[in-house]
Every structure is written in structure tokens, then in C-alpha cells.
């Protein structure tokens, strides 16, 4: 049986012709220039971050905190691409606003941002913005924000999360808690420095220079150092203002009171059990020390030996002090369901 000649080049290259559908170079062709197309997209996406993050990083050289407006917000924020974080405070710093508590939190936010961006870890990964009422009002709006300040985290990729809004009310405006946030939302750690207070210093060497003087000028007369009255005096001066909450003022920071910005109406105490006014705590330093006149006046009218009518006035008016003020605290206390901030639970 004789071998069979190999088919010809031209036969195969028409066999395997056959194979191939006859729609397929027009779909070739349009997956070619998709690629192409996406490809391109990509480049743009890419030149548009690169000139995002270049705008950002020279505001960010000339100052620490750039203003935004409903467009800026818009473009660097909420329009992707985004590759970095954004800290947002929205506040109201206009006079016309009356505002006391944005000009706290925003001096803490001041010094927040500078201890960013003048430590040796500054990146473009992290950038501080401000949204003022009066210059973004479109931005609250389109957040449904009715109140100020308050201090927002957008992520690089997705929508801000509950935790990405810090929690004001509860943890206070202070830099050093605002870096604990960050640090948790972003893992960018931010080590806050301050800039130095003497006002503290110069405060307790006056103190000690008029005790100073006190004691030379009565050097011939110290008995008065082994006063009783006095020295339980400031022993309640003191208890008075710790159990009011003033150390809690000073550790947090609270405004000293709240302007409703739609009706105008201050309030003194705070809703909720987690936080206090300053207005706060010195309403109840005053509903304390009057409850303990009136205790004081009771105890009087029971031990002395004087006029029976004017101890049963003594006691009457010691009796009014007490049922009075000590019913209007409890209506404070109900108020704040929980109790204070200063409870034992902090």
C-alpha cells in the first residue's frame, strides 16, 4: 500500500480557515479598542488622583487646615478617585453664630493638625479640612447636620461608618483624644504637641507670693492659722467644687453653656448623662453649698441654748434650705438619668 502525500500548505491554511466564525474579526476588533478604552480610563483615573493629591499637599504647605465649600467638598472629598483619609471638622466660626464651643473645639483641632503636619511621619495619606456653616451651608444639608462642631472621618474607599463621626458628647474635643480616633480609624498615629502655657506657672507663684505676704505681715499674730471655722471653710470650698464636676470641666473641656441655633434658647444643663456644662457645674456647686447651710442651720437650731423663737427660725429656715434645693437637685439628677459625668462608671 503506497503512502499518502501530505496535503498542501495552501489546503491546510483553508482547513483551518473554516474554523474560525465569521463574526469573529469584528468582535476582536471591539475587544481590542475596549481594552484600549479602559486602559485609557485607568490613565485618567490615575493623572486625576496625582493632581488631587498635589492640590492637597500645597494647601497642606502653606497651612495645616485648608477651608473647603460645597464644591471643593464635593470634588476632593466625595468624588473618587481617593486614595487618602480626610478629617472634616464642620463648625461655625462666624461672631453672628455665637458659637463659644466651635472656637474650643477648633483651637484643639488647630493644634491637632500642625502636630501633623510638622512631624516626621507627614504623609499624604491623612489631610485636615474645616467646613464652615456660613461657607458650605449645601454641605450640612446634604449630610442632614443640624449641630456644630462636629468631627468627621471619609475614608479612602466607601462611605463613612458610624465610628467614622467622633462622639463629641462623650469623650470631649480634646487634641490628644482626637489623635486616639484617628489613630484607630486610620492607623495613622499622631503624637500632639503643645504649645507651652506659663499662664499655670504664673498663677501658683502669685498664689505663693500673696501667702507670702499674708503670713510676713501677720508674722506677730499667726493664730489665726489654727482657726477651725476657717481652715473647714476651704475644706468645703474644695469639696464643694470637686463633687460639682469642675475637675471633669477641666479634664473635657465642655462649653460653658448651649445656644438652640434655630430658636435661640440656652440651655444650662445638658440632656444627657455623659457630658455636663460648665453653667452646669456651677449651678450645682451653688445647690450643694446651700444644702449644707441649711444643714449647718439645723444642727444650730439643736445644740445652742439660746431664745427658743429664734432657734425654731433657725431651724425653719435651715428645714426650707434644705427641702428646697435639695428637691431641685434631684430634679437635675433625674434629668440626666444616670447621674453625672463624675459617677463611678468614668
Known amino acids: 500500500m ?19 466564525p465569521t463574526g469573529s474579526f469584528p468582535f476582536l476588533l471591539l475587544l ?77 483641632y488647630q493644634i491637632l493638625a500642625n502636630s501633623w503636619r510638622y512631624s516626621s511621619a507627614f504623609c499624604n495619606k491623612l489631610f485636615f479640612s474645616m467646613v464652615d456653616y456660613d461657607e458650605g451651608t449645601d454641605v ?56 507651652p502655657n506659663y499662664s499655670g506657672t504664673i498663677a501658683l507663684a502669685l498664689l505663693v507670693s500673696l501667702v507670702g505676704g499674708l503670713l510676713y505681715l501677720r508674722r506677730n499674730n499667726l493664730e489665726f492659722i489654727y482657726n477651725k471655722t476657717g481652715w473647714a471653710m476651704v475644706s468645703l470650698c474644695i469639696v464643694f467644687a470637686m463633687t460639682s464636676g469642675q475637675m471633669w470641666n477641666h479634664i473635657r473641656g465642655p462649653p460653658y453653656a448651649h445656644k438652640n441655633p434655630h430658636n435661640g434658647q440656652v440651655s444650662y444643663i445638658h440632656g444627657s448623662s455623659q457630658a455636663q456644662f460648665v453653667a452646669e457645674s456651677h449651678i450645682i456647686l451653688v445647690l450643694n453649698a446651700a444644702i449644707t447651710m441649711g444643714m449647718v ?21 435651715g428645714l426650707g434650705l434644705v427641702v428646697f434645693f435639695f428637691s431641685f437637685l434631684l430634679s437635675i439628677f433625674r434629668s440626666k438619668y444616670h447621674g453625672y459625668p463624675y459617677s463611678f462608671e468614668e
Not at 503506497?2 to 474560525?20: C, D, H, I, N
Not at 464635593?74 to 483619609?85: D, M
Not at 450640612?140 to 471619609?154: E, R
Request: some cysteine.
Open 2 to 20: 503506497g503512502a499518502r502525500a501530505a496535503p498542501s500548505r495552501r489546503r491546510v491554511a483553508g482547513r483551518r480557515l473554516r474554523y474560525l
Open 140 to 195: 450640612f444639608q446634604q449630610l442632614n447636620m443640624n449641630s456644630a462642631p462636629t468631627f468627621m472621618h471619609f475614608p479612602p474607599k466607601g462611605r463613612p461608618k458610624r465610628a467614622d463621626t467622633f462622639d463629641l458628647q462623650r469623650i470631649g474635643f480634646a487634641a490628644e483624644q482626637l489623635a486616639k480616633w484617628i489613630a484607630d480609624r486610620t492607623d495613622v498615629h499622631i503624637r500632639v504637641f503643645r504649645p
Open 32 to 108: 481590542l479598542l475596549l481594552c484600549i478604552q479602559l486602559g485609557g480610563g485607568q490613565k485618567k483615573k490615575e493623572n486625576l488622583l496625582a493632581e488631587k493629591v498635589e492640590q492637597l499637599m500645597e494647601w497642606s504647605s502653606r497651612r495645616s487646615i485648608f477651608r473647603m465649600n460645597g464644591d471643593k467638598f464635593r470634588k476632593f472629598i466625595k468624588a473618587p478617585p481617593r486614595n487618602y483619609s480626610m478629617i472634616v471638622m464642620f463648625t461655625a466660626l462666624q461672631p453672628q453664630r455665637q458659637c463659644s464651643v466651635c472656637r474650643q473645639a477648633n483651637e484643639e
Open 297 to 317: 442651720l439645723l444642727n444650730e437650731a439643736a445644740t445652742s441654748k439660746g431664745d427658743v423663737g429664734k432657734r425654731r427660725i433657725i431651724c425653719l429656715v
